[in-house]
């Protein structure tokens, strides 16, 4: 592995990896360092690269990395590998059963080109605002796990993004997997995506909510709450929960909630809508997910 910057300086094109396990894939990690451009589906990085945003010195490609891909199910949780496209999450019996509004948010993702190429693992590190399963996996409490050279560590999802397209993972580090851990008996969940279109829309607004209730099921045991494209990164709402936990949920003021949303964002205006406008959806859809987990029941 030693002497691969100088022989690149040399050659002076992108070099290209294509490692067959973890292990070797964080060793050319901690060798190289921030120059590597980690690529799995490529429908961000590429886009980007061949828009010539930058250039790309060396490309490690996760295409025959074995040890991230699939969806496993455990007692406890399901493991899905970073590899895993949104496609296959779409559509996974486990997914659908246990994390339904994942496979929502995956099916909902640009077009089936894009969906068959593009992975959880992309969409996470890419940390775009308005990235899809992002404010699911905060609502289900995901982990993620990370891998180097020297260790391996699970951070929760919620610690996990700093700013539009930036995280805690370091240069030296892959993610490896997700881990969702089962939810308990009696849990709803909801997702809306609001775009300029029905299909290959990027999100204006979007809201995953995750319901848990007592054994009587109707008790609110926990809300949480996640909103996406309205904040630099994922939004998890806390106060709605501490405002709500023990009420009755046949009982509660759903405008209120909807209220309370909406004066507790701080959206900004962007091409794709006005901060009056996400406050006024974000209301709206807070109404509708509320409404559509009373339902479920
Ligand atoms: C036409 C079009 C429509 C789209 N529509 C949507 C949409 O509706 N919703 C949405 O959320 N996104 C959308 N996207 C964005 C994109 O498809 C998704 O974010 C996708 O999940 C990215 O995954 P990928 O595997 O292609 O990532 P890549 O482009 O391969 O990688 C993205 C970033 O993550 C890093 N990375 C990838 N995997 C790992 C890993 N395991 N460990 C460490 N770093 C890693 C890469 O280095 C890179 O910085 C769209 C893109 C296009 C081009």
């Known amino acids: 592995m030693k002497g691969l910057k100088k022989e690149k300086q040399k050659q002076n094109k992108t070099k290209y990896f294509s490692p067959g396990n973890v292990k070797e894939a964080v060793e050319i990690l901690a060798e190289i360092g921030e120059e590597v451009e980690v690529l799995a589906g490529g429908t961000d990085l590429l886009v980007r690269y061949y828009e010539r945003l930058y250039d790309i010195d060396y490309l490690l490609d996760l295409r025959l990395l074995e040890g991230l891909e699939g969806i496993k199910l455990y007692d406890d949780r399901i493991e899905i590998g970073a590899r895993a496209t949104h496609s296959q999450l779409e559509k996974s019996e486990y997914i659908n059963k246990y994390f339904p509004i994942i496979g929502q948010a995956a099916a909902n993702v640009g077009s089936p080109q894009i969906r068959n190429r593009g992975t959880i693992g992309g969409n996470i590190v890419n940390a775009s605002p308005a990235g899809d ?67 290959v829309a990027i999100t204006t607004i979007s809201l995953a909510l995750v319901l848990k209730l007592k054994r009587d099921n109707n008790t609110i045991k926990e809300l949480r709450t996640c909103l996406g494209s309205v904040a630099p990164t994922p939004l998890l709402i806390r106060e709605l929960n501490r405002e ?8 509660l003021d759903f405008n209120r909630l909807g ?29 509708e997910s509320l409404e559509k987990v009373a339902k479920l029941r």
């Open 133 to 199: 399963l992002l404010p699911g996996m905060l609502a289900y409490e995901a982990k993620f796990k990370l891998v180097s050279a020297k260790e391996e560590i699970i951070v929760s999802a919620e610690d996990f993004f700093v700013e539009p397209g930036k995280t805690i993972l370091k240069p030296n580090q892959l993610l490896t997997k997700v881990i969702l851990p089962k939810p308990e008996e009696n849990t709803y969940s909801s997702w809306i995506k609001i775009g300029m279109r029905k299909t």
């Open 244 to 251: 709500i936990k023990g009420e009755k949920i046949d009982q």
């Open 259 to 287: 209220e309370l949303v909406a004066d507790i964002i701080s959206p900004i205006d962007d091409v794709r809508a006005t901060k009056e406008y996400r406050k006024e959806v974000a209301r709206n859809i807070m109404i």
